[in-house]
């Protein structure tokens, strides 16, 4: 029951804000969505004491008959690889919730999406079965798609169906893969064992194997199957695209890691060099298109194409360190990137706009947004892999596990994290350096220095969540081992697995 | 893109030159006659005056009594040098007396008028001989570096004198200032345009006032400025110091710098529009350097009347020495506007056609200058919120 639990606060929750009585006010649902996700938070802390990182298999199983006929049972576990992901979901949908203010419009359903999202999100790392995780893999897909086309900018109705469509096929190719994975071994049982595609031919392993890994390359997203996320994340809401970036691109990562490597290590091998390659042309696709935006916010979901492709290359490696690597980048990837979707949350909410060509001079210590802007310039050096912070362990540990493998693609994603440099210092220079601006620059000097700036100063509680995700980056920068001791088990066996597979080391 | 919301770029309006001379000829003020410019001319001058009253006294100690010190730790302290006093200033428990010695520094470097004649003059030049030769007697240090360095000591003179000079123009100030505030107290001064009449009628009284400067050298006095060269307070010291200060260059540290080697910086320093009525009240830059050391100081001294009208505008007390800086521009066009009314070559009523294209070309001439100042401060709403 304690895994269940995950599930369970977070569904109660959606269905006590559903079924509460006549219309309470907005501040009393946020307030109970904010106690189940607190609790949520707890509980997963809990299973944290209760997780014995020396142990490489599943722990704190439960299992229980469900369709039988189907093969799909009610089968959750968690190691290594889900425990940190479980922990990071906690935390960031917290924060997507305490972020969320002044929300006038449905408040009852927003926040029961968000709680559905959560445990819809849990479920799925948890799962043990395949058809399980389909299930919570979808469950996520429709709140995520209503707070898009509800709550979302203006360009909301095109950016909701196109991420809907998008990973719909995302699904089907999920679903499809698993169902032919059935089929042609000749069992129901959905349960996660790796060693079912030694009995298909390599031919199947292959076509099972694309149809996985395009399935998950949507969801993450890789090029050329990325262009929902840019146009998701600019039309979300700040506290929705908290959620996508920090948690839910992370189903795709997972997916690749759990499913992909885990269900064919033999295949894995064959298609490795092509990954690698895969994920350098999507770093630097990532990085340079990142390069080219002036809407803040689409420079970040740019820059979310560029760092989970990193996730890729250490995938394709598949060692030891590149995978420690990998929860390292999940991780890392989703307290930054949730850290910088906040601060432009909070730039567009005082300016009205994201606009690099109109925004200058944010850091003013007067009259600007002096603290937003320094955690801002905090966030860009941990996305851009600055020691002694979360980026830096996580790549430094991605391309020294990768690079003996493949050091061109490695290379050229050494080069893809440098640009990441690149672009954040654009958006720095341009957006918080200089004097103080909401207007595009102009030829006349005198009304390029205007004194009529009047931005509203932001409060102390309205930096506090991005607050407390900078303490987490530096925390996980200066001591990483603790999520090293966590995962270094179960990473060190998958990548035992794949190398017992034929092997890639 | 969304658009940017109306309020959050609202500007306020820039007369043209045309204009500006205009209301010069007119006898019009430059900044609008409204109930709130009137308590923020005449609060943020009397804050101003109490912090000049500490910078005059200052500045006059540091002139005779730290007169040619190499190493001037303690010329801060104004002689007092007890522990609580060097604790306060530690502390930064203070007034920003280097501001002061930024603006002497500024008037020195700019040189116009009859005081910097006088310190390039060979009397001025016999003054420092006869106070240097008596000085390296007992002082081994500078016994040394004069006949090494024979132009360094009578350089320091001339900043000595010019920081005595500045000492005795903002002690005037200082007096008039306050004495606004207490005229305006009383009721007698209710407008901006009797603002800009009393302090006119403050510095013409003034106007032939003596400057003088001696030091007490082992019991000794000698003049370094002395009577006979006939500086006066509006000429010699208070014009050149409107040029130095308002009109080229003003030390308001964090504002916007500029790029000599991209041609941003006029190799004229006459052409130099960097005073304190072009400057950027915004600071550029470095997160915690505040506007300017002069913006602290008299945020110290501001009085409650003013402190509660900043603080129902825009951040309240987060932007408060920015707020500060924009009130005390528009009451530097006020003095700005009282010295040109003063110093109109005839009368404005005159009906003569000489008389009065000499006094139009005046006017332009300042209007010119002053069309690309900060202007937008002369507007009633330029620091509202529009409603």
């Known amino acids: ?505 | 893109m969304p658009v940017i919301p109306a309020e959050l770029t609202y500007s306020g309006g820039r007369p043209s030159a045309d204009q500006l001379a205009a209301r010069l000829l007119v006898g019009e003020t430059l900044l609008a006659e409204h109930p709130e410019h009137l308590v923020e001319v005449v609060d943020v001058l009397k804050s101003y005056g109490e912090v000049l009253d500490a910078y005059s006294i200052n500045l006059i100690f540091q002139a005779e009594r730290q007169f040619l010190n190499p190493f001037p730790v303690f010329r801060f302290l104004d002689g007092d040098l007890s522990p609580a006093k060097i604790w306060r200033h530690l502390n930064h428990d203070r007034i920003n007396f280097e501001y002061a010695e930024y603006c002497m520094k500024a008037m020195l470097w700019h040189g116009t008028g009859g005081l910097d004649a006088y310190l390039d003059s060979p009397a001025f030049l016999d003054n420092c001989r006869a106070v240097i030769q008596r000085k390296t007697r007992r002082d081994p240090l500078l016994a040394v570096l004069d006949p090494l360095f024979p132009g360094f000591l009578p350089e320091a003179i001339r900043a000595a004198a010019t920081t005595h000079a500045l000492g005795q123009f903002w002690r005037v100030m200082s007096d008039l200032f306050l004495d606004l505030a207490k005229a305006e107290a009383s009721g007698s001064v209710a407008s901006i345009a009797a603002v800009v009449r009393f302090i006119q009628d403050g510095l013409v009284r003034a106007a032939a006032q003596p400057i003088s400067y001696a030091v007490e050298v082992e019991g000794n006095s000698y003049w370094i400025l002395p009577p006979e060269a006939g500086l006066t307070f509006l000429v010699d010291v208070a014009v050149p110091y409107v040029e130095a200060v308002f009109l080229r260059g003003m030390p308001f540290l964090g504002t916007v710098s500029f790029n000599a080697q991209a041609q941003q910086i006029s190799p004229d320093q006459a052409q130099f529009a960097y005073g304190a009525l072009y400057a950027d009240p915004l600071p550029t830059m470095g997160a915690g350097i505040p506007p300017s050391l002069l913006m602290q100081d008299m945020y110290r001294h501001l009085p409650d009347r003013l402190h509660a009208l900043y603080r129902r505008r825009s951040r309240s007390e987060g932007d408060v020495r920015v707020k500060i800086c924009m009130s005390f521009q528009k009451s530097m066009f006020c003095v700005t506007n009282a010295a040109i009314a003063g110093t109109f070559p005839h009368p404005l009523d005159s009906n003569d056609p000489v008389a009065q294209a000499a006094n139009r070309a005046y006017a332009d001439a300042w209007a010119a200058r002053l069309s690309v100042a900060r202007t937008d401060c002369l507007d009633p709403w330029s620091d509202r919120i529009p409603t």
């Open chain 1, 1 to 505: 029951m304690t895994l269940s639990l995950l599930l369970l606060i977070p569904f109660l929750g959606a269905f006590l804000l559903l079924l509460w009585p006549s219309e309470p006010a907005p501040g009393r649902m946020r307030a109970i969505a904010i106690t189940t996700l607190a609790l949520q938070l707890i509980w997963s802390l809990w299973v944290l004491f209760r997780f014995d990182p020396s142990l490489e298999g599943m722990q704190l199983q439960e299992s229980y008959r469900w369709v039988a006929s189907l093969g799909l049972d009610y089968r959750l576990g968690i190691d290594g690889l889900s425990l940190p992901l479980v922990l990071i979901n906690g935390a960031l949908t917290l924060v997507s919730a305490v972020c969320t203010r002044d929300i006038s419009q449905r408040p009852r359903i927003y926040f029961a999406l968000l709680l559905l999202i959560s445990a819809a999100v849990n479920g799925a790392f948890l799962a043990e079965n395949l058809l399980l995780f389909f299930l919570f893999y979808e469950l996520e897909l429709i709140p995520l798609w209503l707070l898009i086309s509800i709550w979302g900018g203006t360009g909301r109705a095109y950016a909701a169906t196109k991420f809907l469509i998008f990973t719909a096929v995302s699904g089907m190719l999920i679903l499809g893969a698993f169902l032919g994975l059935a089929l042609l071994t000749g069992t129901a049982d959905f349960s996660l064992t790796p060693v079912l595609s030694d009995r298909l031919a390599m031919g199947s392993q292959l076509v099972l194997l694309v149809a996985l890994m395009i399935g998950f390359a949507i969801k993450i997203p890789l090029v050329p199957f990325h262009t929902w996320l840019p146009d998701a994340h600019t039309q979300a809401s700040t506290p929705v695209s908290v959620l996508l970036a920090g948690v839910l691109l992370k189903l795709g990562t997972y997916g690749l890691l759990r499913f992909c490597l885990g269900l064919f290590p033999e295949a894995w091998k064959l298609v490795a060099p092509v990954l690698a390659i895969w994920a350098a042309v999507s770093v630097l696709y990532g990085s340079l298109a990142a390069i080219a935006q002036r809407d803040m916010k689409r420079m970040v979901a740019y820059s979310s194409v560029g760092h989970m492709g990193m996730i890729l290359l250490a995938a394709a490696a598949a060692t030891p360190v590149s995978l420690l690597g990998a929860v390292f980048q999940m991780v890392s990837h989703g307290l930054i990137s949730a850290l910088l979707f906040l601060l432009v949350g909070i730039v567009y909410r005082k300016t009205g706009t994201r606009d690099l060509e109109v925004l200058r001079g944010l850091l003013n210590p007067e009259r600007g947004l002096p603290f937003t802007g320094t955690l801002m310039i905090l966030g860009v050096m941990a996305s851009a892999g600055l020691p002694g912070m979360a980026g830096f362990i996580s790549e430094f540990l991605i391309f020294r596990g990768s690079i003996g493998a493949y050091p061109l693609a490695t290379l050229l994603c050494l080069v893809g994290s440098g640009l990441t440099a690149v672009y954040f210092l654009l958006l720095v220079n341009r957006a918080f350096f200089g004097r103080l601006a909401i207007t595009p620059p102009s030829p006349d000097p005198v009304s390029d220095s205007r004194l009529d700036i009047r931005l509203a100063g932001v409060a102390l509680r309205e930096t506090l969540p991005a607050l407390g995700l900078s303490l987490a980056v530096v925390g996980l920068g200066l001591v990483p081992a603790g999520l090293g001791w966590l995962s270094e088990t179960t990473s060190t066996a998958m990548a035992a697995l794949a190398a017992h597979s034929g092997g890639l080391l």
